[in-house]
């Protein structure tokens, strides 16, 4: 195993071990945060079957103060997601055996998102997310862990709007966006700067499109 998938292991092991120990596993975990957002509309630039949104406008709506706007002239914040949607999420090698075959991969959601006002004024700067879990492979159950797979993006995508929602919850309208911060770490988290781990001082993992 190379020194690269060695550290990249550790880092996803230690992570999810916290996870463990918190009593968030494998399972899907629901909407934790209550967060109050400063703002009365929201409009969601997003596609209107997109995942993502959906699950984002569920949240929004939940908090009971905010609501969601159908137009962005309607609104008084524009969450806009300007990551290309085809490189939101890469499946790469985390671990291989001793025969030199994938024995683990790692599945990555990364996301860069903003809020602006209905004017263009950006409330929150262009913010980076990145996520990711890993997932065991065995060429003997193919299905189940393609199962697996999609129930651990969703519930990369449910840590993601809560991230987001967070985020949100902070902004003061009227006052100058801070600068771009990347994601905090949580369990099972991996936080990094940039999609390719530069300056985040873990090693990027190759990516298997």
Request: aromatic share 4%; charged share 20%; net charge positive.
């Amino acid at each position: 195993m190379t020194t690269t998938l060695k550290t990249l292991r550790n880092v996803v092991l230690a992570s999810a071990l916290a996870a463990a120990a918190s009593g968030c596993g494998f399972h899907l975990r629901g909407s934790s945060g209550n967060y109050t957002l400063p703002f009365n509309a929201l409009y969601v630039a997003m596609p209107e079957s997109s995942p993502l949104a959906i699950d984002l406008k569920r949240n929004i709506r939940a908090n009971g103060h905010t609501a969601v706007a159908a137009r962005a002239a309607d609104a008084d914040g524009v969450i806009e997601v300007i990551t290309d949607p085809e490189k939101t999420r890469s499946k790469s090698i985390l671990s291989l055996n001793s025969n030199g075959r994938v024995r683990e991969y790692l599945l990555t959601y990364n996301i860069v998102f903003r809020v602006a006002d209905k004017a263009g004024n950006e409330l929150l700067a262009p913010t980076q997310i990145t996520l990711g879990r890993p997932i065991e492979f065995k060429e003997d159950q193919l299905l189940a862990k393609e199962q697996e797979e999609a129930l651990l993006y969703k519930d990369m995508q449910t840590d993601l709007v809560q991230q987001m929602m967070r985020r949100m919850a902070a902004i003061k309208p009227g006052t100058p966006a801070p600068a771009p911060t990347p994601s905090g770490v949580l369990p099972g988290v991996l936080g990094t700067p940039d999609a390719t781990g530069s300056g985040s001082g873990m090693p990027a993992a190759p990516v298997i499109r």
